[in-house]
């Protein structure tokens, strides 16, 4: 190769500081565009040169597959006899236990209208209900998720250990999630919730969003509403519950491949299960604090910062593997609706399951929601070893190494 030939290669690379990959300036330097003014795919290459190709991340393991011990305590929750008696028949035999005057107080307050969940338990001498795992103001939940995100972030840096992605990276990705991405998902719950018995004309793009959002809206209310029937409760967890979670976790990517697209695809597999890891124990804080503290036993704890948290990863990491096949939907010009079709496209399958596994729950089909479970795990697999064999396949070499697959 001739010096002129070494310095004319060389000059299109640099370092990325983020990664400590050398990667394409075609790629990395790109301008900051809005949605309705996105940059192009990629840059076409001089026809005198080969594309760089990025050669697989070292050695293929599937320490992955590790996750699907997080869905044992759901298989003993959800195919176990409750012999358990239910809240209120709890609640009944602990007031039963308590001296006259106490019990008085507390049935007072059973009477009035507007007394909370909160209050009642409060009332109780120690803060919880027979049976009841912990106190409702304790704050132990926040060991457990503390533990539970330990143990997911420690188990993600053995998956592919030789990807791009630094675990440094994947500890930023599951706070954004777990903060940023939950605060953003209530917003969008809110918005969605204040189109009620509004409506407007017209045919703007301002017009459509507006009735998307009050779809999603509708969505949750049907998902939620205990009278509505199976279908129309699936069309609301899928639609509302479904899209709206998945595409907060995609949030990272979405933003990463616009802008950056220095990922290989397992790298993005990481930030995906990252970012599932960050909601799912972000999730499961807000429930124990809000359902489970002085009411629910131990086992639900179990289920929730181990199961569910594997179960967001699982769905989010499927997705990833979508979102770098097709990155090139998020990189061209579209508008700001086409924009929420794309990101429809990346997360359907995910999005479909999750709603399919709460539907289930809610109907009372605990062995049919665990087999949706399964499944779920089943597709994130599918997903990891089709693009596995893309990426070692001749043939396709160069082109998931740009990720246009």
């Keep these: 190769m001739s010096l002129d030939s070494w310095l004319q290669r060389h000059r299109r690379q640099r370092l990325d500081l983020d990664s400590g990959e050398i990667v394409s300036l075609n790629l990395v330097d790109r301008p900051k565009p809005s949605i309705d003014e996105a940059p192009t795919s990629t840059v076409a290459e001089p026809a005198d040169e080969q594309p760089i190709i990025h050669p697989p991340a070292g050695p293929w393991n599937r320490k992955y597959l590790l996750l699907s011990i997080a869905l044992i305590p759901l298989v003993f929750s959800l195919l176990a006899p409750n012999n358990t008696r239910d809240i209120a028949e709890r609640f009944s035999h602990t007031v039963g236990q308590l001296p006259p005057r106490d019990q008085a107080r507390i049935l007072e307050g059973v009477l009035k209208k507007n007394i909370t969940l909160q209050d009642l338990i409060m009332r109780l001498p120690d803060h919880r209900i027979e049976g009841a795992h912990l106190s409702r103001d304790s704050w132990m939940h926040w060991l457990y998720a503390m533990i539970a995100a330990g143990v997911f972030f420690g188990a993600l840096t053995l998956v592919f250990p030789a990807s791009r992605a630094t675990p440094r990276q994947l500890l930023r990705i599951g706070i954004f999630t777990g903060t940023i991405g939950i605060l953003l998902l209530i917003c969008f719950q809110a918005a969605a919730a204040g189109t009620d018995g509004v409506w407007l004309k017209g045919f ?57 697209a220095t990922l290989d695809w397992r790298g993005a597999c990481l930030w995906g299960l990252a970012s599932g890891v960050g909601f799912g124990v972000s999730e499961g804080i807000s429930y124990a604090s809000s359902y489970y503290n002085g009411v629910q036993s131990a086992s639900i704890y179990a289920v929730r910062f181990i199961s569910c948290v ?48 709460d539907t289930l729950l809610k109907k009372d089909m605990p062995a049919v929601a665990l087999l949706a479970a399964v499944v779920s795990f089943g597709w994130m697999v599918y997903q990891f070893e089709r693009y596995h064999r893309k990426e070692h396949n001749p043939e396709t070499d160069s082109m998931v190494a740009a990720g246009a697959v």
Excluded at 208 to 233: E, H, Q, R, T, W
Excluded at 236 to 242: A, E, P
Excluded at 310 to 332: K, Y
Aim: aromatic letters at 16%.
């Design 204 to 260: 703007g793009i301002v017009t459509a969003i507006f009735y998307i959002v009050k779809f999603i809206g509708y969505s949750y209310a049907a998902a939620l509403d205990p009278k509505n029937g199976f279908l129309l409760s699936a069309m609301g967890f899928t639609f509302g519950v479904g899209f709206c979670e998945e595409v907060a976790k995609m949030l990272p990517l979405v933003r990463h491949f616009r802008y950056h």
């Design 310 to 357: 594997g179960l967001h990863a699982i769905w989010s990491g499927a997705a990833a593997v979508t979102l770098f096949e097709r990155q090139s939907l998020l990189q061209t010009n579209c508008s700001s609706l086409e924009f929420i079709w794309r990101l429809l496209q990346i997360v359907a399958v995910p999005m479909i399951l999750h709603g399919l596994y």
